[in-house]
T-cell receptor, first 114, second 116 residues
Framework: AQSVTQLGSHVSVSEGALVLLRCNYS??????LFWYVQYPNQGLQLLLK??????LVKGINGFEAEFKKSETSFHLTKPSAHMSDAAEYFC????????????FGQGTRLTINP | KAGVTQTPRYLIKTRGQQVTLSCSPI?????VSWYQQTPGQGLQFLFEYFSETQRNKGNFPGRFSGRQFSNSRSEMNVSTLELGDSALYLC???????????????FGPGTRLTVT
């Protein structure tokens, strides 16, 4: 069965510091991977997606993620954190070709310290 | 383009009652998926509809059901509500092609259901 593990339910960084949110997946076939962000009392917003094209994927708000098949990882990074980045981040893998079903990790809450 | 809309945004119901939630997808999107989000279980897939047919279903009891209309709007229904059904219910829509490609899902703001 395909699954996603996010290491660290809570990550805290200083404003201007590097943001690194970890995601490992388990999949028997080449996966489609996504990162979503959720602000309080809102739905999920797509940050970026990996669909077997380039392994380094750039998303919105300065975020990017690198797909590493050998490590089964898809970590999310941002060079310099901004206060507005404080939110919960979810990594997800898409299952079943032809049907839209996402399996999510447990989420990582990102806190930015001034 | 307007985003995914969900109504109502907030609901308070009593145990044993039933509830219907509504979702309007982005124009042109024919696939609609539903998810339940709770602090304990996180985000869990409920079901997906395409062309008025349920294509995939998550591991939820039969009290949870849904349907999709010809205009791609979708509803989900929960009957005989339990306290544990209190959650944020998220709807997502996505594009669909004839070759079964996987596309990103766009989420609505959710409906916050509280069961007392």
């Amino acid at each position: 069965a395909q699954s996603v593990t996010q290491l660290g339910s809570h990550v805290s960084v200083s404003e201007g510091a590097l943001v690194l949110l970890r995601c490992n997946y388990s999949s028997s076939v080449p996966p489609y991977l996504f990162w979503y962000v959720q602000y309080p009392n809102q739905g999920l917003q797509l940050l970026l997606k990996y669909t077997s094209a380039a392994t380094l994927v750039k998303g919105i708000n300065g975020f990017e993620a690198e797909f590493k098949k050998s490590e089964t990882s898809f970590h999310l990074t941002k060079p310099s954190a901004h206060m507005s980045d404080a939110a919960e981040y979810f990594c997800a893998v898409s299952l079943i070709q032809g049907a839209q079903k996402l399996v999510f990790g447990q989420g990582t809450r990102l806190t930015i310290n001034p | 383009k307007a985003g995914v809309t969900q109504t109502p945004r907030y609901l308070i119901k009593t145990r044993g009652q039933q509830v219907t939630l509504s979702c309007s997808p982005i124009s042109g999107h024919r696939s609609v998926s539903w998810y339940q989000q709770t602090p304990g279980q996180g985000l869990q897939f409920l079901f997906e509809y395409f062309s008025e047919t349920q294509r995939n279903k998550g591991n939820f009891p039969g009290r949870f059901s849904g349907r999709q209309f010809s205009n791609s709007r979708s509803e989900m229904n929960v009957s005989t509500l339990e306290l544990g059904d209190s959650a944020l219910y998220l709807c997502a829509s996505s594009y669909h092609d004839l070759w079964g490609g996987i596309y990103e899902q766009y989420f609505g703001p959710g409906t916050r259901l509280t069961v007392t």
